[in-house]
Nanobody, 121 residues
Framework: QVQLVESGGGLVQAGGSLRLSCAAS????????MGWYRQAPGKQRELVGT???????NYEASVKGRFTISRDNAKNTVYLQMNSLRPEDTAVYYC???????????????WGQGTQVTVSS
């Protein structure tokens, strides 16, 4: 089995910063893309950004220049550094990873349990 465990959410004032972490554990042969999504109350889950195994990143337009995604392949961990936070960034943040458990097996997408980020004005 594979698990993604997130940490680092919380309450912060507008303009502040938070750093989220998500560690994958279990039967892992290789991890392809990793990323972060968020879901605000009453809204659909949306992509925040992704990072490939080679470190290439992609961001949703509203977070570009404020958020940075990185990963440590040795630790099977992805990070989300969030700066200049705004009240509209308030949401539950979920990590996602495409994980191959063994040779000749297709990648499967896994989700973290979610962590709440609340930005006060």
């Amino acid at each position: 089995q594979v698990q993604l465990v997130e940490s680092g959410g919380g309450l912060v004032q507008a303009g502040g910063s938070l750093r989220l972490s998500c560690a994958a554990s279990g039967r892992i042969f290789r991890i392809n893309d990793m990323g972060w999504y968020r879901q605000a109350p009453g809204k659909q889950r949306e992509l925040v950004g992704t990072v490939t195994s080679g470190g290439f990143t992609n961001y949703e337009a509203s977070v570009k220049g404020r958020f940075t995604i990185s990963r440590d392949n040795a630790k099977n961990t992805v990070y989300l550094q969030m700066n200049s936070l705004r009240p509209e960034d308030t949401a539950v943040y979920y990590c996602h990873a495409d994980i191959i458990s063994s040779v000749l097996v297709a990648a499967v997408g896994y989700w973290g349990q979610g962590t709440q980020v609340t930005v006060s004005s």
